[in-house]
Nanobody
Framework: VQLVESGGGLVQPGGSLRLSCVAS????????MSWFRQAPGKERELVAS????????NYADSVKGRFTISRDNRANTVYLQMIRLKPNDTAVYYC??????????WGQGTQVTVSP
């Protein structure tokens, strides 16, 4: 299993970014996928998740209405579109694939920094 995130960077408050996670090594369309984030000194938290075929999505209350998770099963890619970014969105964002009985698989993370 390999998950490779990209799309992070430095953005001003109110700006937008789109994160991508390209998956390989498993049948992508069979798995729900999630984005987590971890800010300095804080625990990793779930940001958004999407079902295997994309029909069901869930979001943390802190990002509802601003973030959108989506996926392209033909491209083995899950996305996180982020708008109206705030300084407290600053974190390393991780792509995650669940695996029953384990902590699942993680990407290496991509840094998002929201700062004037």
């Amino acid at each position: 299993v390999q998950l490779v995130e990209s799309g992070g960077g430095l953005v001003q408050p109110g700006g937008s970014l789109r994160l991508s996670c390209v998956a390989s090594g498993f049948t992508f369309s069979m798995y729900a996928m999630s984005w987590f984030r971890q800010a300095p000194g804080k625990e990793r938290e779930l940001v958004a998740s999407i079902s295997s075929v994309g029909g069901i999505t869930n979001y943390a209350d802190s990002v509802k209405g601003r973030f959108t998770i989506s996926r392209d099963n033909r491209a083995n890619t899950v996305y996180l579109q982020m708008i109206r970014l705030k300084p407290n969105d600053t974190a390393v964002y991780y792509c995650h694939r669940p695996s029953p009985g384990t902590s699942g698989s993680w990407g290496q993370g991509t840094q998002v920094t929201v700062s004037p």
